[in-house]
């Protein structure tokens, strides 16, 4: 009888997380025409031209990370880079209405040779991305964060943390060609998981953050605005 309830158990906790299935890619939208921020010193990340999005992969209350390097990404800055905004493009349309937040985290060794998220060097506070217009679109999801500086050549990870489902309605996820293993990353209850290796993602996830060189280590005050831009034609 013991071991019957100990599997009962370990059933009901095995089934609080959702089961991923990956669903063929989309590209039914207009190619978006993604604008760095030009005050920016430099860019990191992945802001090429979307192949496509997924449609269904969204659940919500989940988190989606990308390693940088501001050195490899041809930043200038002598001295040091801290991250100033983290951005994600998102295939979304008139009825979104969710709250995100962004990180920075450290970057480890996962052991088999691959960089993977680690703990939390800054978050920012949260906003709500709602009052969209412009129809079935990609859109660029920009949130300021008071990071750290950190030297030129220190791999980290940025992250963007969904809060909640928005309210069930479509968030797609888009991806640049080709895939990349130790790349783009998922925690939605299991942890994070490469997208790639772990799903069969064809494509890595849009993730960049905009950087300012900086010498010592900035303030912690939160930022008090974002930015949510219409990327179609």
Not at 19 to 27: D, F, S, V
Not at 40 to 52: Q, S
Not at 208 to 233: H, I, Q, Y
Request: glycine content about 10%; charged content about 15%; aromatic content about 10%.
């Amino acid at each position: 009888m013991r071991k019957l309830l100990f599997i009962m158990v370990l059933m009901l906790v095995a089934g609080t997380v959702t089961a991923r299935e990956i669903t063929p890619l989309k590209t039914d939208l207009p190619l978006p025409v993604i604008q760095n921020d030009a005050s920016a010193a430099c860019v990191a990340g992945n802001n090429g031209t979307p192949a496509g999005y997924y449609g269904s992969w969204f659940l919500g209350y989940e988190d989606y990370a990308i390693p940088i390097n501001a050195g490899d990404s041809g930043c200038n800055c002598g001295e040091g880079v801290t991250v100033t905004a983290i951005h994600m493009l998102l295939a979304l349309d008139d009825l979104a209405n969710f709250s995100v937040a962004v990180a920075v985290l450290d970057a480890e060794t996962d052991g088999a040779g691959c960089l993977s998220p680690g703990v939390e060097i800054a978050v920012s506070p949260a906003y709500t991305v709602t009052g969209l217009t412009g129809g079935l679109a990609y859109y660029d999801i920009a949130i300021p964060i008071t990071a750290p500086c950190a030297t030129v050549n220190d791999a980290q990870f940025i992250a963007m943390y969904f809060l909640d489902d928005n309210n069930g309605q479509f968030c797609g996820i888009p991806v640049t060609d080709p895939p990349n293993a130790c790349f783009g990353y998922n925690d939605y209850g299991n942890g994070y998981e490469d997208l790639v290796v772990d799903y069969g993602f064809q494509g890595d996830i849009m993730i960049w953050a905009d950087m300012e060189c900086c010498a010592e280590p900035v303030s912690t005050e939160s930022s008090t605005f974002g930015n949510v831009k219409s990327l179609f034609r």
